[in-house]
Structures are given as structure tokens and as C-alpha cells.
Nanobody, 124 residues
Framework: QLQVAESGGGLVQAGASLRLSCVAP????????MGWFRQAPGKEREFVAG????????LYADTAKGRFTISRDSPSRTVYLQMTNLRPEDTAVYYC?????????????????WGQGTQVTVSF
């Protein structure tokens, strides 16, 4: 099974924090980068953050820099997205995916094995 599984979304007020989790298949987790994307209603899916196969290199969208942190835990095959100082414009369905490559990139076409997504709603 090569599906990833996200969790951790919810409804929070502006300024709050959330931590999203994504459990990846063993083969994918060991060799490839992982990424977080989000899609708001009526908008295209956009890159949020990515981490390379080793955890040594990360990549962030400008909207995530300084507020979001991506990390990975090898024993549990889990990739986390720690989100702080959330804003209403962060409201979206957040998706985790496995990259085709070992280093993260921003285009969604560079990723496969998408999860079902987890809803994050930030109220004023």
C-alpha cells in the first residue's frame, strides 16, 4: 500500500497553532521527499512545505516561512507540519504527498501518492 494518511486538522481561531501529521509508506518515506500542499475552495492546489528524504533540507512557500515548520520522524514514518500564528487565509484542505525525487520541489505534478486531505479552518 502506497497511500499516505493525514490527520490533525480542525477548527481554530486566528493566532492559534495546529500540527498536522502524515504517515507515509516505508518505501516512500526512506527514499523520497515529502510535501504538504493545500487547496482552498475555488483555488488551485498550492505548495506549502517540503522536506527531503533525510530530513536535512526543507523548502517553504513564502506564505509558510516563519510560521510553519516541516519535520519528519523516521521510526514512525511520519511527516509533521507545525503551523503557528494561523490566519483565516490558511483555511484549506491540507494534503500530504510523496515526491518522485529525493529533494522537495514546488510543483504538484512532482508528487504522487496523495492522501485524502485534512481540513483546517481558521476563524477570525
Amino acid at each position: 500500500q502506497l497511500q499516505v494518511a493525514e490527520s490533525g486538522g480542525g477548527l481554530v481561531q486566528a493566532g492559534a497553532s495546529l500540527r498536522l501529521s502524515c504517515v507515509a509508506p516505508p518505501r516512500a518515506f526512506i527514499s523520497f521527499a515529502m510535501g504538504w500542499f493545500r487547496q482552498a475552495p475555488g483555488k488551485e492546489r498550492e505548495f506549502v512545505a517540503g522536506i527531503d528524504f533525510s530530513g536535512d533540507s526543507t523548502l517553504y512557500a513564502d506564505t509558510a516561512k516563519g510560521r510553519f515548520t516541516i519535520s519528519r520522524d523516521s521510526p514512525s514514518r511520519t511527516v509533521y507540519l507545525q503551523m503557528t500564528n494561523l490566519r483565516p487565509e490558511d483555511t484549506a484542505v491540507y494534503y500530504c504527498a510523496t515526491a518522485y525525487a529525493a529533494i522537495p520541489t514546488t510543483p504538484s505534478n512532482d508528487y504522487h501518492y496523495w492522501g485524502q486531505g485534512t481540513q483546517v479552518t481558521v476563524s477570525f
